[in-house]
Structures are given as C-alpha cells and as structure tokens.
C-alpha cells in the first residue's frame, strides 16, 4: 500500500471543502447547472437515468482493506447498499444524492479516498496492472510510476481543460493485464541495453465512436525524463487537438490525422524544450515514492503446502483454482482473482456486505490488500497457498467463488440502458442471459478462454471492440439492436473485433454467441485451440455462415 | 434508445412531457401544469405539438433550481387518459432498472 503524505490529505480535505461550499451555492440556486456542471464532474458527480452517479477513483487499482470498508460505508449509508467496479478501475455508486455528496467525500477523505479524475476533460485516474508489485517477471512495480503521474497531473492546470478526457494506463509485464494498447497513451515499463528502466510509449489508442489500437510512438524514454515526454505529448494534444468537434476530439484522431511520424516529430521537437527542466526526475523522487509502498514481510513458505494437496481432492475447490488463483513472484504464495460474475447477477456489482466482508479477507489472508481490474474483478494479491482452502470457502459464502474467471461468463458490461443517459440499449440483462447459457462449469471450461465485452452504446466503457466476442447495443426504429464483433482482444496483441453481419434483437444476442460457440468447437483443431486461434486461423466467414445460415 | 442529450430539434409525433432529474436528490420528475415538478407520470403537463412543446420546455429550463437537464419526451396516453412513458428508456426510468438490484429495496 501507498502512504499518502500530508501534502495529499491536504489536498483531498480541502477538495471536500471546497465541493461543499459549490454544492451548497448550487441548491440556493446561486451557481446554475450550467456553472456547476464542470465542478460536479471534476469531483466525480455524474446525472445518469434515475439520479445522480458518483465515481470514486481507486487509483491503480489498489485499495487498502479500510478503505473497502470506507467504500461499503458509503454504499450502505448514501446509496442502495452496493457498488459498481468499473472497467478503469474506479467504482461508481448509482443512486447519490447531491446533498449529501459532500458528507460521503468527508468520509472516503478520511481514508485517502476522492472522486478527482474520474470524469471531465482531464487526466484522469491513473490505471495499471492489478497484479502490480507481485506478478513474477514483472520489470518493477508500475504503481511507482502511475504514483509519479497521480501526483504531478493531480488539478494540473495544463491537464485540467484538455480537448477531451485524457487515459493512462502503465504495465511492467510482457503480458498486458492492464489494456495499455487502448488508452490515449500506454507506457510498458522496460530496461534498455545498459539495464536502465525506462518505458515503451504508446500515443493514441481508443475505443468509442473510431476506435484505434495505440501506435509506439518511442521505443525507449529513461524513467527520468517520462513527465517531461508525457507533458510534451499533452502540449502537442492541446495545441492542435480539436476542441471544435466532441467526436474528433480524443488524441487518438490527432494521431491518425497527422500520422504517427509527424505527431512524433511534434512531440520530439517540444520535448527537447522541456527534457532538461525541472520536469526531468531525480532518482531520490522516485525512492521516496517506492519508501512509501509498504510490502509485506513474506514468510518463508514451501511452494506445495500440505493444506492445498489435501484440498486438491476436492473437484470444486479445484475448479476455482485453476481458474482463479495465480502464481506470485514469493514462493508459498498467490494472486487471487475473485469474480465479480456469479451467474445471473450483474457484472461488477459487490454489495456493502461483500465488501465488508472482503476486507475482512483481505485482514486475514491478504496483508490487508485488495486490488480492483479493468475486467471488473477484484483480486487479493498477497495469499499464502495453505490459506488457498480456507479462503475459497469463506468467498463461497459470500457468493464471491464462481469459477469463471477468464471463461465465457467473465463478462464485461457497461451498466447500458439501465443505469446510464448515454445508452442506447440495456447491456446487463445480455450479460445475464449469456451467463445462464452457459451457467454448466464443465461446458464452460471446455471452451476456455473466451473474453464477451458488451457495451450499450457506441462510447464503447463495456470495451466491446475488444471483446474476444464483442456485444455492441444500438437503437434502430426505437427497438434495440446488437451488433456482434468477434477477433478483439486488449492484451499485448491488442486488435478491434470485425463485425459478422447485421445487428440481432436483444431476443437473439444469446443464440447468436452460442451458435457461434459451436461453431468454434466444431471448428477448433484440438482442445488446447482457444476460441482466439481458431477465428485467427479461418476468420470471421465460417462463424458468419454459422450465425446468418438460418436467420 | 436515442439518447435526448442528441435532441437537436424540438418535433414531436405525438402527446409528450418534459422531464427531467430533481436537483437536490436526482430523482426523475416531470413538469406538471401548475409550473412545478412532480415524481409522478400521471401528474405531467401534456404537450401535442412543437410549439406547446418549445413554451413548456422553455419554462421548465427556466426553473433550474427545481430540475436539471430537462427535455421532452414522449409518451402515450390511454382512452382511460392514463399516461404511460412512449420508449423503453422512458420506462426504465419510470420503473428502474429492469434487472434485479443486489440489494433489494
């Protein structure tokens, strides 16, 4: 865990007054929606359908088991008792009410937690890998980094009225569990030749209306220079970035209209202005940084302790594991991913008991630390392995050990018509029909890894272009209508799915993916062929004539 | 749905109100024919064509201590007189989410 300074709490305290005193003004009616619009979305304060929306930032995607607790707390006391992880890992409470907002940022801010960055045209939360800190082979922990960024973009004035929201996203692994290929720019922690860190920086990636994979746009920036590359990226953005047109105005536009190589031009050509300033890091900045995330003291413990070869017995704890639980980079000890996708049940939805609960685990089993993924799942990243079983029964009575995690139902949704103003079609209720479908675990494992991202409207937050098997909602003649993409994938070898044929009835979007299921079991060469090989080998015609054969 | 964040023109096909969210609370309300606000569809001013429409809009933007974000919507009206929302977006508005919440209330 990060230990926040006096400096930050500060910050975040004053934040709360000073969103106090605006909303006050706002119900007297001497600010106007229209002034107070800007400052409700710098503190996280959407209007969607039935009320306002509330997003609290969880920057890369580490909590404290307090700080869950404080979240549980604000679900139970402001809200209907639960929340919504989302896909940037931000959580988002549906139901809040504008007069007591500033009450509920009083009570995160006495856990460090705050709402900046999770809305506006401005940076926003920073996000990184969930395994951060503990996956094996990881370069270094990229939370040090996203830390660096979170404390020089926080209220940035150059950063606070961009032409659009501005996303980052940072790995340090060789796979990307953090989707850096779809954000506006992605950094790849790396050492160079000489054994220095530095980062790969990709410009311009997106999804949305024109969704784009990001391009390299250097293949080696010293970790010393990476705000003043970043800042000069920005500087470029906001000077020619389009603030005439909402739908032109993401980098990722700016990047494809000028080219990767002229935009990289700019970008050197201000660079060199700012490289050498008191934007460049000194390394004693960044230990200070890496002195405040705490680790915790591992014990020494034996890879295969008795306890997990006893539960190995068990087909159901089995079943969990292999799909949930992940090697760490301490020997005795694991990654745990806990679905947020039981069957039936929204995606990323926890209610205040779950979390509470959760936090308890995470005292008991996890050095008291939780982490949150862009795949709306939450995982403990510190469980010694003889605690695998005691965990997975206490997660199972809490409904939190379906063991889904990477198959078919581990579904990415955006919360769609239900929740959001923006949607042009509900988005859960396909994700719920499709994880009845397929509800039979054996089936589930037989087709293996299969990625379903369903988003209700063109802005893409279900990420449905890189949906292994992506959902998109749209409104045709007032009805609701699915367009079905298959071939995305937002890891290292990010790529957009390609539509199959003409949009189907929210009746039909489950037959569609199951018929498109069975064509790849029938398709695939050998088991071990994922759903993935399969559609890279023979495209997208054969699932085509699959699904259009009858319709 | 069309989302009415993209309504451009004001043209309506058929009996429709405006709505929008309270200020204080965020909950769904319409414009009632005595210039306030009411949680309740059955209580909405009815408008039948663009110029009602554009009057009762243009007060209910007016009032933006009241409400926020209004717009018109449509809806239709039984021969009982009783007012349903016209689309599904409406509807979920009017009713809630149309999945079951994890915590019910």
Request: hydrophobic share 40%; charged share 25%.
């Amino acid at each position: 865990m990060y230990a926040y300074d006096e400096i930050d709490r500060t910050l975040v305290n004053e934040r709360v007054s000073e969103f106090r005193d605006q909303v006050k003004r706002r119900l007297s009616g001497e600010l106007t929606e229209d002034e107070f619009k800007i400052l409700r979305l710098q503190n996280g304060v959407y209007l969607q359908l039935h009320a306002y929306m509330f997003r609290v930032a969880i920057p890369y995607g580490t909590l404290a088991s307090n700080q869950l607790r404080a979240l549980a707390h604000v679900a139970r006391k402001y809200d209907r008792g639960y929340g919504h992880f989302t896909t940037r890992q931000n959580i988002q409470f549906n139901w809040i009410k504008l007069a007591e907002l500033p009450d509920a940022l009083a009570d995160l801010a006495e856990v460090g937690i705050h709402a900046m960055q999770t809305s506006g045209n401005n940076m926003r939360n920073v996000t990184s890998d969930q395994w951060a800190g503990v996956a094996p082979g990881e370069i270094e922990d990229p939370r040090i980094w996203s830390e660096l960024i979170r404390q020089h973009t926080t209220l940035h004035p150059e950063f606070s009225f961009l032409p659009r929201k501005f996303k980052i996203a940072i790995t340090a692994s060789d796979h990307d569990r953090a989707a850096i290929k779809i954000h506006d720019i992605g950094l790849k922690l790396i050492k160079n030749e000489k054994g220095e860190t530095g980062f790969e920086v990709l410009v311009g990636g997106g999804l949305g209306r024109t969704p784009f994979i990001g391009k390299t746009i250097k293949h080696f920036v010293h970790g010393r220079d990476i705000l003043s590359y970043i800042e000069a990226i920005l500087r470029v953005y906001n000077q020619y970035g389009r603030r005439d047109n909402i739908y032109k105005a993401r980098i990722k536009i700016l990047v494809h209209e000028l080219g990767i190589e002229k935009f990289s031009r700019e970008v050197e050509e201000e660079w060199q202005h700012i490289r050498n300033s008191s934007l460049q890091i000194d390394d004693e900045v960044i230990e200070d940084i890496r002195s405040r995330f705490a680790y915790p003291s591992y014990e020494k413990l034996p890879h295969n302790p008795d306890q997990l070869r006893q539960a190995a017995a068990d087909p159901d704890f089995e079943a969990w594991r292999k799909n949930s639980v992940a090697p760490h980079k301490v020997q005795g000890y694991s990654i745990v991913t806990i679905s947020l996708k039981p069957i039936g049940a929204p995606p990323g939805d926890a209610t205040a008991e779950q979390m509470d609960a959760l936090a308890d685990l995470a005292d008991r089993y996890s050095f008291g630390e939780i982490r949150v993924g862009h795949e709306q799942n939450l995982a403990l990243p510190h469980v010694a392995k003889r605690d695998l079983p005691a965990l997975w029964k206490a997660l199972d009575k809490l409904g939190l050990a379906t063991p889904n995690v990477n198959l078919i139902t581990d579904i990415i949704a955006c919360p769609g018509l239900d929740y959001c103003s923006l949607a042009n079609a509900r988005s859960i209720p396909i994700a719920q029909e499709l994880t009845r479908r397929f509800a039979n675990h054996e089936l589930a494992n037989l087709i293996g890894r299969l990625h379903i991202n369903i988003s209700g409207c063109i802005n893409a937050c279900g990420h449905h272009h890189v949906g292994h098997i992506g959902i998109l909602g749209v409104e045709k003649n007032g009805e609701e209508v699915y367009q079905i993409t298959i071939g995305g994938r937002a890891d290292e070898s990010a790529a957009l799915g390609n539509l199959i044929g003409p949009g189907v009835k929210f009746d039909e979007v489950a037959d569609v993916v199951e018929d498109i299921v069975e064509a790849y079991l029938a398709l695939r060469e050998r088991p071990e062929e994922l759903f993935m090989d399969t559609v890279k080998r023979l495209g997208v015609e054969p699932f085509k004539e699959r699904v259009y054969a009858t319709r | 749905m069309t989302s009415p964040l993209e309504q451009k023109k004001i043209k309506i096909a058929g009996p429709s109100v405006v709505t929008a969210n309270r200020t204080w609370d965020g909950i769904v309300v319409y414009r009632t024919a005595a210039k306030s606000w009411s949680a309740d569809l059955s209580e909405a001013a009815i408008v039948r064509n663009s110029d009602e429409a554009k009057a009762l809009l243009a007060e209910s933007v007016a009032d933006d201590v009241g409400a926020i974000g209004p717009y018109i919507a449509p809806v239709q009206v039984g021969a009982d007189g009783k007012i349903e929302p016209g689309n599904l977006r409406e509807q979920i508005r009017r009713t809630g989410v149309t999945i079951g919440q994890p915590v019910q209330v």
